[in-house]
């Protein structure tokens, strides 16, 4: 009905860069927030930025400064651009979204949905 398809993780050594991208379909009818969380091996997963459907943003105090979420809302797609990158932020990083599904006219259902998650490795 409604998916979340990330990519552009990978491999990068410490101090790299990397640029997450999700992109969301199906039966959208809008999307509200969303966001990018990960999951380090053995730990919680943790939320790391989000922004709202008019680009406000809030991110976890460890990656302020070094990683930017954006979003373009024509192709239901958001963004995680990944600077400064240290050893402690790998992790498998998953995409959330807050949506409204629209399968049939006039019908619309809230959901919460999570992308399939893509792993990035930072190397010394």
């Known amino acids: 009905q409604v998916q979340l398809v990330e990519s552009g993780g990978g491999l990068v050594q410490a101090g790299g860069s990397l640029r997450l991208s999700c992109a969301a379909s199906?039966?959208?009818?809008?999307?509200?927030?969303m966001a990018w969380y990960r999951q380090a091996p053995e730990k919680q997963r943790e939320l790391v930025a989000t922004?709202?459907?008019?680009?406000?943003?809030n991110y976890v105090d460890s990656v302020t400064g070094r990683f930017t979420i954006s979003r373009d809302n024509a192709k239901n797609t958001v963004f995680l651009q990944m600077n400064s990158l240290k050893l402690e932020d790998t992790a498998v990083y998953y995409c959330?979204?807050?949506?409204?599904?629209?399968?049939?006219?006039?019908?619309?259902?809230?959901?919460?949905?999570w992308g399939q998650g893509t792993l990035v490795t930072v190397s010394s």
């Open positions: 959330h979204a807050d949506l409204i599904s629209q399968v049939v006219p006039g019908f619309r259902t809230y959901l919460e949905v």
């Open positions: 922004i709202t459907s008019s680009g406000s943003t």
């Open positions: 199906g039966s959208i009818f809008s999307i509200n927030d």
